[in-house]
């Protein structure tokens, strides 16, 4: 009888255990503190992105969707600037890239911008979603971009990397 017992706690122990390990692993790949922000400017039809990058990091791609139609709105590739290579760019403007379609922007703009940048060489990359109709109500002091979590310079932005190599 006893081993019965012993038996039967040790499976109930061992299920809770499981279960327990499973939520953690579900409750922190879903942490909201993990996000990387991502910044836009706004100004007038100037729409600038920056992108968290690290030293290493080389932008390869940068692709705009409608968010809300998942609509492929402008991809560029091999960007010819320091800037646009760490994260930098402002969409649109075909002569910073050196493959770039289509050249003009939108006259209408959706209400959500998907912005997505490839690294050179990897598959890995990161992206935001920005609502412009928020965008565009902020003021944004110069040398800075909108975040979620409120303005915050390039330097700012790369930071939240914690890179290993960086200086």
């Excluded at 327990?20 to 007038?44: E, N």
């Excluded at 560029?76 to 922007?105: C, N």
């Excluded at 109709?133 to 040398?143: F, H, L, S």
Aim: charged share 20%; glycine share 8%; with cysteine.
């Amino acid at each position: 009888m006893w081993t019965i017992a012993v038996g039967s706690s040790v499976f109930v122990l061992i299920i809770l255990a499981a279960a327990g390990t499973w939520v953690y692993g579900a409750y922190s790949m879903s942490d909201p503190t993990t996000v990387i922000l991502a910044g836009i400017r706004i100004d007038d039809s100037r729409i600038s992105v920056k992108m968290p990058t690290c030293q290493t990091d080389t932008v390869g791609t940068v692709e705009v969707y409608n968010s809300d139609s998942a609509k492929l709105l402008w991809q560029a590739s091999g960007p010819k600037t320091s800037a646009g290579k760490r994260g930098s760019v402002t969409l649109w403007k075909a002569a910073d890239f050196h493959k770039a379609s289509p050249t003009t922007q939108p006259t209408t703009l959706p209400a959500n911008l998907d912005v997505s940048v490839t690294f050179a060489g990897v598959e890995d990359g990161t992206g935001d979603v920005f609502n412009v109709p928020r965008v565009k109500a902020a003021r944004i002091p110069d040398g800075q971009y909108w975040t979620r979590d409120g303005a915050r310079s390039a330097t700012q932005i790369d930071a939240q990397l914690k890179c290993n190599s960086d200086a």
